[in-house]
T-cell receptor, first 115, second 113 residues
Framework: DQQVKQNSPSLSVQEGRISILNCDYT??????FLWYKKYPAEGPTFLIS?????DKNEDGRFTVFLNKSAKHLSLHIVPSQPGDSAVYFC??????????????FGTGTLLAVQP | DAGITQSPRHKVTETGTPVTLRCHQT?????MYWYRQDPGHGLRLIHY???????DKGEVSDGYSVSRSKTEDFLLTLESATSSQTSVYFC????????????FGQGTRLTVV
């Protein structure tokens, strides 16, 4: 059973416009959420994260929003650039303090930013 | 970036043979993970480790075993490779101080023929 879901396999956006990538989770024990970006033939790289005590975190062009009641988070990229074209993974981690610190990923969304 | 090295980077093996993938880190990170990436499935956790000799199963652990005899090395073994284990395998490490981002290796592309 997929605990972290990204229901849009792909997204195409014009350069300069906003890209919105969505992620849903089912496990209420998750309290830390991350977004990763992956180019072909490379490992995923960390982009931005958010703790469950916040509902928004911003870093330059990237903003992550968290709606705990809906178990939903989204990544906004403004303005989108061709170099943002990549696969984006959402990930979630359960409450810190446990021994495991398990990190669960979604299925990914392929973003294509058209020049 | 964390110093994470995966070896080999590419491997072709025959069905039924054992295969071991190695992940080596130089950051003294406590947590280490093995994931596989497949189209339509994203990154799925195979096994993870939360310390030397401390490991546990992830989402898709059947057919895989791991070992961590020292902090810097985390080995993934396919006991008897099958075609369904053809995939790209990623190792990741996580620092010691609470929630933070995990760092990934560059991946190992494994083909089982």
């Amino acid at each position: 059973d997929q605990q972290v879901k990204q229901n849009s396999p792909s997204l195409s956006v014009q350069e300069g416009r906003i890209s919105i990538l969505n992620c849903d989770y089912t496990n209420s024990m998750f309290d830390y959420f991350l977004w990763y970006k992956k180019y072909p033939a490379e490992g995923p790289t960390f982009l931005i994260s958010i703790s469950s005590i916040k509902d928004k975190n911003e870093d330059g062009r990237f903003t992550v929003f968290l709606n705990k009641s809906a178990k939903h988070l989204s990544l906004h990229i403004v303005p989108s650039q061709p170099g943002d074209s990549a696969v984006y993974f959402c990930a979630a981690s359960p409450i810190n303090g446990g021994a495991t610190n398990k990190l669960i990923f979604g299925t990914g969304t392929l973003l294509a930013v058209q020049p | 970036d964390a110093g994470i090295t995966q070896s080999p980077r590419h491997k072709v093996t025959e069905t039924g043979t054992p295969v071991t993938l190695r992940c080596h880190q130089t950051e003294n990170h406590r947590y280490m993970y093995w994931y596989r990436q497949d189209p339509g499935h994203g990154l799925r956790l195979i096994h993870y480790s939360y310390g030397v000799k401390d490991t546990d199963k992830g989402e898709v652990s059947d057919g895989y075993s791991v070992s961590r005899s020292k902090t810097e090395d985390f080995l993934l073994t396919l006991e008897s490779a099958t075609s369904s284990q053809t995939s790209v395998y990623f190792c990741a490490t996580l620092g010691n101080s609470g929630n933070t981002e995990a760092f990934f290796g560059q991946g190992t592309r494994l083909t089982v023929v």
